[in-house]
């Protein structure tokens, strides 16, 4: 049973900072791994997906990469601003269904 | 164009209520996803429609949940006799289904069960 593991739970940097969010998953038999943010009383958004057969995506101040024999994601956030402050969620989809199995987020606050 | 909508947003029962979820999924997405997310967790998947069939449904967590989506479209996520472990937020996606798979989200219901 996949299971997917977001260090750390909670983290607070000044403005500024680069920093790392990282993803662990446990069956690397995976179709794709999207990396979400989700404000407080909205939605998800999709920040980057990465397919199986790639090794990151970027997207201007983000940088996802995946390495899939170690089960393990990361995403990079580039001169942190306060707007960055949200959950950053990890999910992973297996390779034999569409359903997106997800971590628990880390929770970023960007302080000014 | 529009992204997924939901209704209501927020949702207030009585225990032992039975209640109706909304979505509209973007238009054109053949595939359509429900998540329960309770407060402080990571979503959880229930259940997912590729138009009008219902493919999997192995996360409904027991049979007062019940989803539907007869033409193709809407869906509605019904729970029948409410009781207070139901209280989370329902989230809602979409999919074109192309290779990528983004699947779109909406903001979410959020039921409360008292």
């Known amino acids: 049973k996949q299971e997917v593991t977001q260090i750390p739970a909670a983290l607070s940097v000044p403005e500024g900072e680069n920093l790392v969010l990282n993803c662990s998953f446990t069956d690397s038999a995976i179709y794709n791994l999207q990396w979400f943010r989700q404000d407080p009383g909205k939605g998800l958004t999709s920040l980057l997906l990465i397919q199986s057969s790639q090794r990151e995506q970027t997207s201007g101040r983000l940088n996802a990469s995946l390495d899939k024999s170690s089960g393990r994601s990361t995403l990079y956030i580039a001169a942190s601003q306060p707007g960055d402050s949200a959950t950053y969620l990890c999910a992973v989809r297996g390779g034999n269904n569409r359903k997106l199995i997800w971590g628990l987020g880390t929770s970023l606050a960007v302080n000014p | 164009g529009a992204g997924v909508s939901q209704s209501p947003r927020y949702k207030v029962a009585k225990r032992g209520q039975d209640v109706a979820l909304r979505c509209d999924p973007i238009?054109?997405?053949?595939?359509l996803f429900w998540y329960q997310q309770a407060l402080g967790q990571g979503p959880e998947f229930l259940t997912y429609?590729?138009?009008?069939?219902?493919?999997?449904k192995s996360g409904l967590p027991s049979d007062r949940f019940f989803a539907e989506r007869p033409e193709g479209s809407v869906s509605t996520l019904k729970i029948q006799r409410t009781q207070q472990e139901d209280s989370a937020v329902y989230l809602c996606?979409?999919?074109?289904?192309?290779?990528?798979?983004?699947?779109?989200f909406g903001p979410g219901t959020r039921l409360t069960v008292l």
């Open positions: 429609f590729q138009n009008e069939a219902q493919l999997d």
């Open positions: 238009s054109g997405h053949v595939s």
């Open positions: 996606a979409s999919s074109n289904g192309g290779s990528a798979d983004t699947q779109y």
